[in-house]
Every structure is written in C-alpha cells, then in structure tokens.
C-alpha cells in the first residue's frame, strides 16, 4: 500500500530538497527508489559546494550531484575531477592542479561565468595556466563574464577584441600588458588591477568608454599626476575609482593637481578612494575644498619615514 510520501507530487520534492543540504539529501534519499531517484536526477543545477574539508571532496554525495552542482570553491589541495562538473557557473580554485587547469575548457565548463584561479603555485608548469588564459582570452567561453586571475603573462596573438569579459581582477606586471588587456577585452566595466612596474609608462590610443569601477593597485614607486592623468583619461565614463599605494611608497603628485586631473578626466565620477604618499602636505581643510568627493580624510604618519600617509575617500571607509 502506498505511503503518505509516495502520494506527493514532484513539484513538493523539488521544494523540499531545496532546504536539505547537499550530503543528507544524499544520504536520506538517495536508493529509495526509481521515483526518488528520478527526482535527484532532475534537480535543476543550483547547488553550492563552498569552503568543503578536504575529507569531505570525494563524499559520495559530491559526486552524485556533481552535475546539478552550480557553484564550487574549493581552498585546499585536491584531485577532484573538474569534467564530473559540467553545469558550473562559477568555479573558484586555490591550489588547482596542472590536470584541472586543463580540464577547464568551454567543451567541458559550457556553462562557465565566474572563475578565479590562484596562480601562485610555482611548482605548476607556466604553459598549463597559459592554455586557460588562451581561452580564456580568445573568447572562447561563450557565458564567462567574470575572472580573477594573477601572474598572466599576455600573448600578442590572443585575439583582439574577441574576448566578452565585463568584470576583472589581475596581477600585470607593465603597463604595455594593461593596454594591451583594452585591446582584447573591450566590454569590461570593472577592472581590478594591480600593476608592478618600474615606471609608469601608460599609452592607448583609443577611449575605453564601458569602464565604469577602476580599482588600482600601484607597485610604482614616484608616479606623477601626468602619468596618472595618462590613463584616467581614456576611461571618460568612470564613476568609482580607487588608488592604493604601498605603505611607505611616495608619489610625485600634489592633492592639488589630484583633484585637477579628476575634474579633467572624469566628469561623472561618484565614488573615489585614494591612499598614498603625496609630494608635499596639506591641511585637512583645504583639502576638502579642493573636490566635491574629498569629504573624508585620514592622515596617518609612516614610523621609517616620518612621511603623511593619506586616505581620502568620498565615502566613510572601514
């Protein structure tokens, strides 16, 4: 005779095995039988496998619902076959390995749109990470949208202008490899950048005009307003900017000529943050005069070098 369970439509499963967790949904209801296993088989891909032990990857119920699985974010070293999950839209890998950069290609991840990948293993073999960027750059993923990656080292073949990307955070090492991340991706609206060069040597000919949230990082030691003003004024339609130097490193920029180049070169700014070293002091009244979004500021003195550390922000920050 049959159940009280039994008589419940699909729809009221589905519903149900949302609020269960990945594991004892597995457990409690897996082999039940043809109806209940119809039933996880069905389930639309939304599931979150995030932050799991590292005894816990090859739980069977991972790989009994690696397919209806959504996002994963794995911290730890691991051998877990990336190709069990093919309906992932947003993969994060700390310690990937050289099998599992391969196994990220858009025949195996169609479905892909978020990816971070940490690539400060030096034990991995420079050109498995390349072959990711290759695709990654070549527009190859058809739904990417968003990346995180770091130690990039950019390919002049990488096909211009091919790439969809609108969100990214990278390590570039000169400003010749930034202008040439323009040039093949031309749709980004949030950049996320930190850039270690000896010098700030900026050029672009064009106007990059989708860039809209520019987070900077500089490893520079000296730059000037000039070379600042190089690359802020090809990006016109910026309305969150973000400056942050080192502790102890210095600028060759004045607060004053800060607040020249940000009337100059973005006229529809709403958000801004800098923290730095600037080139000569400034009370904190007149500072505030100098820019409608230099509302909050902190000055915090470097013990080595005696010098003001200052934080100006539009915003009050944390």
């Known amino acids: 005779m049959p159940t009280t369970l039994e008589h419940l439509p699909d729809e ?20 039940l039988n043809h109806r209940i296993n119809s039933i996880l088989d069905s ?13 816990e990857i090859h739980d069977p119920s991972v790989i009994f619902f690696a397919n209806r699985i959504r996002k994963l974010s794995i911290w730890h070293s691991n051998s877990l076959n990336l190709i069990l999950f093919s309906n992932i839209r947003s993969l ?18 169609p479905q892909l749109e978020c990816l971070r990948i940490n690539n400060n293993n030096t034990r991995l073999p420079g050109n498995a990470f390349y072959e990711l960027c290759h695709s990654i750059f070549s527009g190859e993923f058809s739904y990417l949208h968003t990346c995180i990656l770091n130690n990039i080292q950019f ?19 000169n400003c010749q490899d930034l202008s040439y991340l323009f040039n093949i991706c031309p749709e980004l609206i949030r950049l996320k950048v930190m850039l270690d060069d000896e010098y700030f040597n900026f050029h672009y000919s064009n106007i ?19 070379e600042l003003e190089s690359l802020l004024i090809v990006m016109p ?21 800060l607040a020249n180049i940000l009337r100059k070169c973005t006229p529809l700014l709403e958000n801004f943050f800098i923290q730095t070293i600037f080139k000569k002091q400034s009370s904190t009244d007149d500072i505030h005069q100098l820019h409608p979004l230099f509302k909050f500021i902190r000055v915090v003195q470097a013990v080595t070098t005696r010098a003001d550390h200052i934080t100006i922000s539009s915003k009050i920050s944390g």
């Open 12 to 31: 009221i499963f589905f519903e149900i095995f949302e609020y269960i967790p990945m594991k004892k949904l597995y457990r409690s209801f897996s082999r």
């Open 92 to 109: 994060e890998l700390e310690h990937p390995t050289i099998k599992q950069l391969n196994e990220i290609r858009p025949h195996t991840i």
């Open 208 to 226: 990059y005009q989708t860039l809209c949230r520019l987070d900077l990082y500089l490893r520079i030691n000296n730059w000037s307003c000039e």
């Open 237 to 257: 339609n910026l309305k969150y900017l973000s400056i942050q130097t080192p502790f102890a490193q210095r600028s060759q920029m004045t607060v004053e000529s």
């Open 155 to 173: 390919d002049c073949q990488w096909s211009v202008l091919s790439c969809k990307l609108r969100s990214i955070q990278i390590d570039v090492k």
């Open 43 to 55: 389930i639309q891909p939304r599931l979150a496998l995030q932050y799991v032990r590292p005894n």
